[in-house]
């Protein structure tokens, strides 16, 4: 294979401003077919992003020879339902984040990608240059013992994301679904603390027990706004991950604390500062190749081309699912929560 024919299932914000624009940057891709239960978004997809065809029964699209890899960019509880099927008509499969919002599901994608022999791609970006670099120093022990690890993602609120996309499509306004729990069934912390833990159990491996504090606290929401979670990672380090749709400008950051140095990444703007003792005590900025344009993708379709395994792994994307749901239950309930899953 030289070339990946791929579809999108569900023709929303998040496909118009970072899937199909990613994909297309790619000469390996081929745009093949775009899906979404709404005609006009299926059809406006299509002929904006040069789609062979569109179609509004994504079954159709599973059911195509054309068709290698689908990228699943549907409403949050759906992923697993649909990405499972992608897997079972013998198609690689790229699924929005959050992998799942129950448990039960998770386990469900994790058993399908164990009995296929496609790719299974669960989004959040472990893979970059400055990432890697942090996880090596973390493994040969230049940090030290690692002692805390701190990650926070946040902006404020998909309301302004949501009306770019009806503007997109010239619809009528209509309520943020992200805020309605029948849609989305959680707000902010899968939404986008989903990202900050990723980072910290891709860093710094499984955690056994976490408690929080989730709250809603300013947007007229059926879900939390608000998140803090304090975890307990298998080797013992303490680790907190922060998010919220309140903050008045977007934000990202990850710092790891260990006895001989701290790193501190910007994912986003692919920035990594390191501060060690040895050799030389002090602050520096390690010289690393710039990633490549459409990063996710580009990733996406190298593990497809070159049979690698994508990162993070479905048991990782699992494992991040666990920790987000223990901790609604640990503020539900006011207690620590154990955790039964861990990370290969």
Request: aromatic share 8%; hydrophobic share 40%; glycine share 4%.
């Amino acid at each position: 294979m030289d070339k990946v024919r791929y579809a999108i299932i569900g023709c929303g914000g998040i496909a118009h401003m970072f899937h199909l624009p990613d994909m297309a940057q790619i000469p390996e891709a081929e745009f093949i077919v775009a899906c979404d239960l709404r005609e006009n978004r299926a059809r406006f997809t299509a002929e904006k992003f040069a789609a062979r065809e569109w179609t509004t029964h994504y079954k159709k699209v599973l059911e195509r020879d054309d068709v290698d890899a689908v990228i699943v960019a549907t409403y949050h509880p759906t992923h697993v339902p649909i990405a499972c099927e992608v897997l079972a008509a013998e198609k690689h499969v790229l699924v929005q984040k959050p992998l799942a919002t129950r448990m039960e599901d998770a386990d469900r994608m994790v058993e399908a990608a164990a009995k296929s022999n496609k790719k299974t791609y669960c989004l959040p970006f472990l893979w970059t240059p400055q990432f890697e670099m942090a996880v090596e120093m973390i493994r040969s022990g230049d940090l030290g013992k690692i002692i805390q690890l701190r990650a926070r993602t946040a902006h404020s609120g998909p309301e302004s994301y949501y009306s770019d996309t009806q503007k997109i499509f010239d619809e009528e306004p209509e309520a943020c679904v992200f805020f309605l729990r029948d849609v989305s069934e959680h707000g902010a912390l899968f939404d986008m603390g989903v990202y900050s833990i990723s980072a910290l159990t891709g860093l710094a491996g499984s955690v056994v027990r976490v408690t929080a504090a989730v709250k809603t606290l300013h947007k007229d929401s059926e879900v939390h706004d608000t998140a803090s979670v304090l975890m307990e990672m298998e080797s013992g380090a303490i680790a907190v991950a922060e998010t919220t749709w309140c903050q008045a400008v977007a934000g990202e950051e990850i710092s790891v604390y260990g006895t001989e140095g701290t790193v501190v990444l910007n994912p986003w703007r692919h920035t990594l500062r390191v501060y060690v003792k040895k050799p030389k005590e002090g602050w520096f900025e390690p010289k690393l190749p710039p990633p490549p344009e459409a990063t996710a993708h580009r990733h996406f379709v190298d593990c497809i081309l070159k049979d690698q395994p994508p990162k993070p792994s479905p048991e990782h994307a699992r494992h991040t699912v666990e920790i987000m749901l223990g901790a609604v239950q640990a503020w539900n309930e006011g207690k620590w929560i154990p955790l039964r899953s861990r990370m290969p």
